[in-house]
């Protein structure tokens, strides 16, 4: 199957090579060494400030957004969520779940943030703003700079949802002042699912220290202690870490980020040049390079999943709730190749004959 | 290297092939057949009652422990916990942490918990047990059909953590009445490490349905409402999932759970035969078929590790804190042939002409 979702998304040989064997024991001087070459590859590889530390966690995406708002948020918070989509929405879920006094910037779906919407809170005592930089379920990025300088002017604290931006657009966390950037394994790092990672700048490691701990499993200062050692406080996802180490190496080796950066957006291009005649509506008022929504006129976007996966071989990204019918994406990071990419726009070209499309 | 530790374990080729590919896309009919085919075994392994479920969350054994904690005890509750170990310390910690009204039993590291324990605390309005059913650090494997018989005469809701212990060792949830059976992906399960399993009888899942969500990532409630479509809330280990289908389909079609645990006992008697002669101290007063707790006479454990990791390629476990220097543990689940069995036990016989062991 060629598999073109926002995630989990296809693997180098080299990658899946890591994980074609029995799991090796890891509380060993061998894997703390691997793990601590992975902190500082994830920092340097996010521009993270001097002092910073990352933290790996055994969970999804959302494992490492709870522990955002558990760790380094408090109950004396008053926060900003900026909601354009599913994404969105579950930050305001956790705020409201943790009894953090939040403020939601609700958008349009498919809409992006703009001044205008952040101006009205300015100098209003916010303390911190919580944003999904690409909002995964609509395709929509931010403009991260002009939410930093807000951030700056204001004193608030920039928590950055980059699960899958990281890799696929720019990201310097100390440009943008973020005090905690999260990602996941199963995005543009292109290894399995299992791993979340949370890059912290010292303005976030100082309140971990600081706020009472909610949850042991998702707690980050049991994370960063034992991370000293490079090792987990628990069993952690260890196939999935050997694969990050591998994928941070090589890229580290051919061009570092801004080469990744570079190729994921000119695979985003040329698919988006190939689809120009096809009756498909960029849905993003603005957009990520790891993901094209489209809004096919008048068909059904849940059928051209079914018939692309049962017919063609391929996945693309499905919609869920109330856009599942109207809605479908096609991601543009992991392992694709020129020929994976045209693959699919000739398939999408045949579906438009058969009129599925 | 051969790996003798208690997880992560050695796995068959059959099992090791299923990651050796780009991990497929989930949100498929096909992805939810094999969740729900893989929560049908799971309760038939275990025996559970009629009505019961079981979720598969993307953690370590301690994220399930947590969930329970969370999940299935409140506030009202009055929770003994049998604290033998590591593992029965962690829950004594979740209980604290989650303030949880709890009386701990507190056991010398090595010894297992006897009815003169229990029969003080008859009658005294527990409503709740939790037990590590094998206490991994120490080796102990606790006399389940008293703790079970003890919990049904004084209508306590019986929580066990039986992630070392299942498959391995005799475990009729029915039988026992638990309303709850926890167990990780990397024990005798033998595939990677990043997911843990929880079984609900109908007695927790009637609380889990009635007790306020305390965290979004460890919900129960979330795991079974999308569990009922063969689905999970947040991206899931899907690699370690697959492995746990062919490995769960595996064990089916070669004689279930009774065979395995039979095959786990006689790896652990062969290994415990062919050590009769050295100066080895079996630590545990009752032991389970997972791990022999060991203690070197008046040599050093760590030592021992680290030469048979070094010079022989063998991982056995090394106990942590204050009996790293005394204690060792070898595993005997997971994916060990009679010649794995005799290498370790020629090495360790060659470590005691060497005076290391």
Redesign the interface.
């Known amino acids: ?1 060629l ?1 073109f ?1 926002v ?5 180098c040989e080299d990658v ?2 890591v ?10 001087p061998e894997f703390s060494a691997l793990m601590l070459e992975n902190e500082k590859l994830m920092l340097e590889f996010l521009h993270a400030p001097a002092g910073s530390r990352c933290v790996f966690l ?6 490492a957004m ?1 522990s955002m708002v ?1 760790n380094i948020l408090n109950g004396d918070d008053r926060v900003i969520v900026v909601n354009g989509g599913s994404f969105g929405q ?1 930050f305001v ?2 705020c409201a ?1 943790h009894h953090r006094d939040y403020t939601e910037i609700k958008l349009p779906f498919g809409r992006t943030l703009k001044p205008e919407h952040l101006a009205p809170l300015a100098g209003q005592g916010y303390t911190a703003l919580l944003v999904n930089m690409h909002e995964t379920s609509s395709g929509v990025l931010y403009d991260m700079p002009m939410i930093a300088e807000f951030c700056k002017q204001n004193g608030i604290l920039l928590l950055v949802d980059a699960i899958s931006a990281f890799l696929a657009d720019e990201l310097d966390m100390e440009a943008l002042g973020a005090a905690a950037v999260i990602t ?1 394994s ?1 995005k543009a790092l292109a290894v ?3 791993i979340a990672v949370a890059a912290l700048a010292p303005a976030a490691l100082e309140r971990i220290d600081r706020n009472p ?6 707690s980050l200062k049991e994370a960063l202690v034992n991370g000293v050692r490079g090792q987990t ?8 870490l050997l694969q990050i180490h591998r994928r941070l190496t090589m890229i580290r080796d051919s061009g570092g980020p801004k080469a990744e950066h570079e190729r994921i957006k000119a695979t985003a291009e040329a698919f988006r040049a190939g689809i120009a005649d096809l009756p498909l509506k960029c849905f993003s008022e603005t957009q990520s390079n790891a993901v094209t929504a489209l809004m096919p006129a008048g068909k059904n976007a849940k059928e051209i999943f079914r018939v692309l ?1 049962d017919e063609y071989g391929i ?1 693309i ?2 919609n ?1 709730g109330v856009w599942a019918d109207e809605v479908f994406r096609v991601g543009h990071i ?2 694709i190749t020129k020929e994976d990419n045209q693959a699919l726009l000739d398939a999408l070209h045949e579906l438009q004959e058969r009129k599925i499309l």
Chains 1, 2 share one sequence.
């Open positions: 199957m598999n979702t995630g989990p998304v296809m693997s899946i090579e994980a074609n064997h029995s799991t090796p024991y890891f509380r060993t055994t969970s999804s995406g959302t494992g709870e558990m579950r879920e956790l779940l996941g199963q399995q699912p299992g701990e909610v949850c042991m499993y998702l406080p628990f069993t952690p996802a260890v196939m999935t996966k996945w990204c499905p869920g992991g392992h």
